[in-house]
């Protein structure tokens, strides 16, 4: 009954420290997808691979990179923190066109 | 390119009192259409959703309903309750890998 898991759920850095993001989803979706929320911005998309073995920029990519390890497992990575990059950070999975994304519970993420 | 647009928060009810949280859109192609609700703490979760033109989405008392021609998916529920305080998310895709775009968001808070 797990859904989408992201880990950690909170995490303060230091500028130019690096950190990785992970997600795992067990419902065997093809999609999986990063989000950042920032207040009054709604989310906005990072990166996401629409299949397993693929990845593609979304919208706000710069000073992130991505990794689709498997079908389940998709993770977000921080190489150099910068302050800009303080956010709430969501993963989600969905399986088909017209079908629900599935969120997890977002990681908190304060670069001092 | 893809935009929607939702009326600015916060909206502050009494328990009982009709909502209505108003969403437009702008899209190429023909979208569908989501509304998703997410309480503090926690991440985004389907609240209803509408796949074509005068589809009517309807979940937990909420309704929408698709108008295309006013390009609008307004959200509505004739009587809510403490527990419906949240924020409200309006969002669309359009296929090519199913990317969401989200509209920024309304915060509901409503007393006894």
């Known amino acids: 009954n797990a859904g989408v898991t992201q880990t950690p759920k909170f995490q303060v850095l230091k500028t130019g420290q690096s950190m990785t993001l992970q997600c795992a989803q067990d419902?065997?979706?093809?999609?999986m997808y990063w989000y950042r929320q920032d207040p009054g911005m709604g989310l906005r998309l990072i990166y996401y691979?629409?299949?397993?073995?693929?990845?593609d920029k979304g919208e706000v990519p710069n000073g992130y990179n991505v990794s689709r390890l498997n079908k389940r497992e998709f993770s977000l990575r921080l190489e150099s923190a910068a302050p800009s990059q303080t956010s709430v950070y969501f993963c989600a999975s969905m399986t088909d066109f017209n079908q629900p994304q599935h969120f997890g519970d977002g990681t908190r993420l304060s670069i001092l | 390119g893809n935009s929607v647009t939702q009326m600015e928060g916060p909206v502050t009810l009494s328990e009982e009192a009709f909502l209505t949280i108003n969403c437009t859109y702008t899209a190429t192609g023909y979208p569908s259409l989501f509304w998703y609700v997410q309480y503090p703490g926690e991440g985004l979760q389907l609240l209803l959703k509408a796949t074509k033109a005068d589809d009517k989405g309807s979940n937990k008392g909420f309704e929408a309903t698709y108008r295309k021609e006013t390009t609008s998916f307004h959200l509505e529920k004739g009587s809510v309750q403490v527990s419906d305080s949240a924020v409200y998310f309006c969002a669309l895709n359009t296929g090519t890998a199913s990317k969401l775009t989200f509209g920024t968001g309304t915060r509901l808070q409503v007393t006894l």
């Open positions: 419902m065997n979706h093809n999609s």
């Open positions: 691979s629409a299949s397993e073995g693929t990845t």
